[in-house]
């Protein structure tokens, strides 16, 4: 009542606020009213238009039908009431976009439409406001707005049609069909005139081609001549795809004309050459799809020298796009379910005749013939960071595998990279394959475990091409982390043969005279082996039993190698022998001023050396951290051998909670550039020093007794932590050399003791494993 008295309340700010917050009520009968109201108000007073039309417009797309019908009715009262309204047009789209809406709403949008555009008119000024309002409609569209102008026209046309019974006809009483005539009328008679809106007027004209051809037929002379648009080949190709649609319903009396048009059609296509359009990613994905869609019905095009070349570079070039890559991996999945379905339909038949066997023959063959060709392609596209493109991977594996037309030996290091994949829909997607494999082939896995992980590492550098890559991942229902290749580890686990040599096989990794091993991925293998559970003391005192025996081993040569590179070509080069390693660990007469003095110019070779003495320092940090975490004693693990019986260690074991691996010192030197630098003064000091911090480790671990265990364990704890490399002090020299003598006796025991262990250890060696 108020506003009724004075509608010059709406123009005050507060009122609109709070007119905005009425349409946003919860109260669908709310907001129905609220847009009544308003509307019947701005029609009374037009300058309140610009304070409320992006508010109605807006609900044009509101959750209740009601609403968004009441703002079309608004809409139409609008254009009708103020017929030079500059919004029109963004109005009628808004209108038109409704056309796919629920049923009330669309016919109530036919309605206005039909209102407005689609009635007979005789005045000829009316007549050119409606063809230019379409014309600027039509004109403002994108793509998907054109086929709602499509869907509008052919909804009418449908409408009609229920209405009457028959379709429209020429000749008939039809007030739409006389629209539409009089529409295609004024639109054919006025393209010369109308430069700048000729594409869109033959946009519409096309439109109702599509629709009903028979009304373009007769005005098919005057559009012949924009055939032949020497400026503009969109003009020319939209006049072309009208004549596509209204050739077939020419009458045979006008044969003459459809020989012009025959002439003119061949005189363009030797005219003009194909568009050239260079890496245009959407023409290629659609081409790639319509030859999948090709190969669906000839199999044998994908045995085709060219497509076999074309769908290996897709999917192993790192250059191709991976909408391609994936648009291929879909098409050959098409295809093996096409493959699938004819054969079960086929073998579900009753009765089979000669010529059907035959025929399946030929068919199994080439399909299984292309599966093979192409299965090493797919699982290396495997290795991509887009996670559809593994997805595809995977179910294409799973369905090979189904129907077992290749060998899974080839497949199982790429399902063990599979499994460490940090989406689990693919990860355990590739568990459940890998342990139906282990129960029919319970050897492939451990054969092929070395290469598995291999391919895991390279997959979690392509997931995380920026950072440190490690070998452990968190889950959000358990706070302590698990192994990337942890379910490998559990289905090697049960079988102590398969175990021992696949811990072996890891550990081999970290002795290798190679000295361009790559120190990331021993890390990543020293997380998989932190990470592993282990559930007996057997299965942990043998890994760290062969850890000892690496590094006592290999770390007491590099000390030697280190040492022989001091040595000047002056100074006579002794003989040494390989049981005179403690010699080079148990000096005490080095300090770094001497070790300064005795480097030679060029220190690239003990750089090398040192740099492979992170390997060792690795396995010493990770001995630490299962002996922690596990709390396994060092009296414990020098007391057990792998010959004994297997009993005396199946006890089980727990592991303490919210302890992680984390090896500052090899983390530090992965993330510094280089481990090569020059050869200044900084550099041969951290050199020495790097050089008497691995002795000092070396030291602590060959003086570790079972009598002096607690002492000893907790030094060697303090010096694994340490984040950084300093000189040995003093006092550590001077209680090294009063206990010199006792590092005799002890080093001469521990030989004795890892002489027997090689002894003991000869059947485990990996070759042995494999061939069982």
Request: net charge neutral.
């Amino acid at each position: 009542m108020i506003i009724e008295t004075d509608i010059s309340l709406l123009t005050k700010h507060e009122v609109q606020t709070g007119i905005n917050h009425t349409f946003l009520d919860l109260s669908a009968s709310v907001r129905e009213v609220t847009a009544e109201l308003i509307g019947k108000f701005i029609l009374k007073q037009p300058e309140l238009i610009d304070n409320f039309y992006d508010t109605l417009s807006a609900r044009i797309l509101d959750t209740s039908v009601s609403v968004r019908k009441r703002i079309i009715r608004f809409f139409y009262d609008l254009c009708i009431t103020f017929s030079d309204f500059p919004k029109k047009t963004d109005i009628y789209m808004k209108i038109m976009r409704r056309i796919n809406d629920e049923e009330s709403v669309q016919r109530l949008v036919m309605e206005v439409f039909l209102n407005i555009w689609f009635t007979p008119c005789n005045n000829k000024s009316v007549l050119l406001q409606k063809v230019t309002s379409i014309i600027n409609t039509v004109g403002s569209c994108d793509e998907l707005n054109l086929d709602s102008f499509q869907k509008l026209v052919c909804s009418l046309c449908k409408s009609q049609m229920n209405k009457t019974g028959s379709e429209i006809k020429e000749g008939t009483e039809n007030s739409l069909f006389l629209a539409f005539k009089q529409l295609i009328q004024h639109l054919v008679k006025n393209l010369p005139k109308c430069n700048a809106n000729v594409i869109t007027s033959l946009r519409i004209l096309l439109i109702f081609s599509q629709i009903e051809p028979q009304l373009i037929v007769e005005y098919a002379r005057i559009l012949q001549p924009y055939l032949n648009s020497n400026h503009n080949t969109k003009i020319t190709s939209i006049t072309a795809q009208i004549f596509k649609q209204i050739v077939p319903v020419i009458p045979q009396k006008k044969l003459p004309f459809l020989y012009e048009l025959e002439e003119d059609l061949m005189k363009l296509i030797l005219k003009h050459d194909h568009v050239v359009v260079a890496n245009n990613e959407d023409i290629q994905l659609n081409t790639v799809k319509a030859i999948g869609s090709l190969c669906l019905r000839h199999n044998e095009f994908l045995l085709n020298s060219a497509l076999k070349e074309f769908y290996h570079c897709a999917l192993i070039s790192e250059e191709i796009s991976f909408s391609i890559k994936l648009s291929v991996l879909k098409n050959i999945e098409m295809y093996i379910v096409e493959v699938n379905n004819i054969n079960v339909a086929t073998h579900g038949s009753k009765v089979l005749t000669e010529e059907d066997l035959k025929r399946i023959e030929v068919s199994s063959g080439v399909a299984t013939s292309t599966i093979q060709y192409y299965v090493k392609d797919i699982l290396q596209s495997y290795l991509h960071s887009n996670f559809q493109i593994r997805q595809v991977t995977v179910r294409l594996i799973q369905m090979i595998l189904q129907q077992g037309v290749t060998h899974p030996v080839q497949i199982v290091p790429y399902l063990i990279c599979m499994s460490s994949d940090t989406e689990t829909v693919v990860s355990n997607s590739a568990d459940k394959q890998l342990l139906e494999i282990n129960r029919t082939y319970p050897g492939y896995i451990k054969a092929k475990s070395s290469l598995g992980l291999k391919l895991s590492y390279q997959l979690q550098k392509r997931l995380h091409s920026i950072g440190m890559i490690r070998g452990f991942k968190i889950n959000s229902t358990n706070e302590h982390p698990l192994a990337m290749n942890g379910f490998l580890y559990s289905l090697l686990r049960g079988f102590k043969q398969q175990r021992r040599s696949f811990i072996l096989n890891i550990l081999k990794q970290f002795d290798e005279d190679d000295m361009n091993f790559s120190l990331s991925y021993l890390l990543y293998l020293a997380d998989n082996l932190a990470y592993f559970i282990y559930t007996t003391q057997e299965e942990l005192l043998f890994l760290i039993h062969h850890i000892d025996r690496i590094v006592a081993y290999s770390g007491g040569c590099i000390l030697k190698s280190f040492k022989q590179g001091l040595k000047t070509e002056d100074q006579e080069i002794s003989n040494y022998s390989t049981t005179s390693e403690a010699s080079f660990i148990d000096k005490e007469d080095e300090n770094e001023t001497v070790l300064l003095e005795q480097l030679p110019d060029n220190i690239s070779s003990l750089q090398r050396c040192l740099t492979a003495s992170q390997r060792f320092l690795l396995l010493l940090l990770l001995k630490q951290y299962l002996k922690q975490i596990y709390g396994v004693t060092d009296y414990k693990s020098q007391q057990y051998c792998p010959m004994d019986s297997t009993k005396l260690y199946e006890k089980p074991i727990n592991r303490r909670k919210h302890l992680k691996f984390d090896p500052k010192p090899i983390i530090n030197q992965l993330e510094q550039e280089s481990l090569l630098r020059s050869s200044d003064a900084n550099e041969r000091k951290r050199l020495v020093h790097q050089y008497l911090y691995f002795k000092q480790l070396m030291l602590e671990y060959d003086s570790t007794d079972p009598d002096t265990e607690t002492n000893e364990n907790r030094s060697t704890s303090d010096c694994l932590t340490t984040n950084h490399i300093s000189q040995p002090s003093e006092l550590k020299r001077k209680q090294s050399r009063d206990s010199g003598q006792q590092k005799v006796k002890i080093n001469k025991r521990r030989r004795k003791r890892q002489k027997f262990s090689y002894s003991c250890n000869e059947d485990y060696d990996t070759e042995e494993f494999d061939s069982e």
